[in-house]
């Protein structure tokens, strides 16, 4: 017969050892970039402040960025950019879903990812699915992923270079180093 002591440490580290808790790697200073091109011109406007979260347990994935931390490299684009965004009344980019593939810590290498979820930015909530890779380095695992929006699908009108206006097509570029929370 076990003592109440005993069973009450046995609980305590079932609960600390449940699968949601164990199996969730988070970060707060990945990396997201966005790509528009204008004919003859491409720019990149990059954030290092990517945060979320992948629960191995239950298959959840939860990135969001603050839209206000995108450089371009040059101020009046980022100020442009804000302007187009509308980052006063919609401050965040976020992607809820759940991996649709599964992901083996214990294998080394490159794993393909595939996760469906919602995309949100500019007030818009869209269903998507964002094909990518997840590898275990060490205690964390790296998560690169691609994909493309349209920012007419989420209301948001292409500001203007000059004469000519930044294309409706967004290549978005994330890499993420998580931790075992």
């Given at each position: 017969m076990?003592?109440?002591?005993t069973?009450?440490?046995?609980?305590?580290?079932t609960?600390?050892?449940?699968?949601?808790?164990?199996?969730?790697?988070?970060?707060?200073?990945?990396?997201?970039?966005?790509?528009?091109?204008v004919?003859?011109h491409?720019?990149?406007?990059?954030?290092?402040?990517?945060?979320?979260?992948?629960?191995?347990?239950t298959n959840?994935?939860d990135?969001?960025?603050?839209?206000e931390?995108?450089r371009?490299?040059?101020?009046?684009?980022?100020?442009?950019m804000?302007?187009?965004?509308?980052?006063?009344?919609?401050?965040?980019?976020?992607?809820?879903?759940?991996?649709?593939?599964?992901?083996?810590?214990?294998?080394?290498?490159?794993?393909?990812?595939r996760v469906?979820?919602?995309f949100?930015?500019?007030?818009?909530?869209?269903?998507?699915?964002?094909?990518?890779?997840?590898?275990?380095?060490?205690?964390?695992?790296?998560?690169?992923?691609?994909?493309?929006?349209?920012?007419?699908?989420?209301?948001?009108?292409?500001?203007?270079?000059?004469?000519?206006?930044?294309?409706?097509?967004?290549?978005?570029?994330?890499?993420?180093?998580?931790?075992?929370?």
């Amino acid at each position: 017969m076990l003592s109440r002591s005993t069973l009450i440490l046995f609980a305590a580290l079932t609960v600390a050892v449940t699968p949601g808790s164990t199996q969730t790697y988070a970060t707060s200073g990945g990396t997201v970039q966005f790509t528009s091109r204008v004919p003859l011109h491409t720019f990149t406007g990059t954030s290092r402040n990517l945060t979320g979260e992948i629960n191995l347990g239950t298959n959840e994935v939860d990135f969001f960025v603050d839209l206000e931390t995108l450089r371009t490299g040059i101020g009046r684009r980022d100020r442009d950019m804000r302007e187009t965004l509308e980052t006063d009344e919609h401050p965040f980019a976020e992607f809820t879903g759940r991996l649709l593939t599964s992901f083996d810590p214990s294998l080394r290498g490159r794993q393909q990812a595939r996760v469906q979820g919602t995309f949100s930015i500019h007030g818009v909530n869209r269903l998507l699915t964002v094909t990518g890779t997840l590898e275990q380095t060490g205690s964390q695992i790296r998560l690169v992923a691609d994909w493309e929006i349209r920012l007419d699908h989420y209301n948001i009108e292409p500001p203007r270079l000059l004469m000519v206006r930044v294309d409706q097509v967004q290549a978005v570029h994330i890499d993420a180093l998580l931790s075992r929370r």
